[in-house]
Structures are given as structure tokens and as C-alpha cells.
């Protein structure tokens, strides 16, 4: 198993930023790929942004230009940094973790909230 623990969400006004971070922990050694996934109300659960082990990255349309999602394998957390956020990215961020072999793993998610 691997535990995912989300921080950085948050309330911020539009045009502001915000830098979300997930630290895994557990049988980490076979991720393959992390990824944050965001929910709005009343919407599907969507793909925002994925980093591969080997750095390859991965942006939904509406976000590519102003987040940026990457990671740190020495202290096993992935970020995604968000600048110029919109209400329209207001939602629940949950990060997620695929490992060879094993099932998906999900973080309990972080409220984004962008007023403007």
C-alpha cells in the first residue's frame, strides 16, 4: 500500500497562486507515476497534471502555461504549482499514484477555492 497525504490547498483570489504538495509513504519503491486529479461540484473527476519516473509531464489543456507539476524523490513528494488561477479551477485536488504491478492509489483530497 501506499498512503498519500495532500497539503497546500487553500482560498486565494483570482490571479493568485498556490503550490500544492503530496508525500508518499509505504511501498513506493515501484511508482511509476504521479498525477493530480481535481473535482468541481457536479462535475467528473478530471486529470490536471502527471509526472512520469522518468520526468515526462503531462498537462490538461486548461492548465498547461500556469501550473507546473513536478516532484522531489528524495523527500517522495510531487508538487504542482499553480499561478494565475481562475475560479473555473476551484475544486477538490486529489493526488494519485500508480505503481507496476499494484493498484492506483488516492490522496483524501484538498479544497482549492479561487475567488474572484
Known amino acids: 500500500q501506499v498512503q498519500l497525504v495532500e497539503s497546500g490547498g487553500g482560498l486565494v483570489q483570482a490571479g493568485g497562486s498556490l503550490r500544492l504538495a503530496c508525500q508518499a509513504s509505504?511501498?513506493?519503491?515501484?511508482?511509476?507515476?504521479m498525477a493530480w486529479y481535481r473535482q468541481a461540484p457536479g462535475k467528473q473527476r478530471e486529470l490536471v497534471a502527471s509526472i512520469t519516473i522518468g520526468g515526462s509531464t503531462n498537462y490538461a489543456d486548461s492548465v498547461k502555461g500556469r501550473f507546473t507539476i513536478s516532484r522531489d524523490n528524495d523527500k517522495n513528494t510531487a508538487y504542482l504549482q499553480m499561478n494565475s488561477l481562475k475560479s473555473e479551477d476551484t475544486a477538490v485536488y486529489y493526488c494519485?499514484?500508480?505503481?507496476?504491478?499494484?493498484?492506483?492509489?488516492w490522496g483524501q483530497g484538498t479544497q482549492v477555492t479561487v475567488s474572484s
Open positions: 494519485n499514484a500508480d505503481r507496476l504491478f499494484a493498484t492506483s492509489s
Open positions: 509505504g511501498r513506493i519503491l515501484n511508482i511509476v507515476r
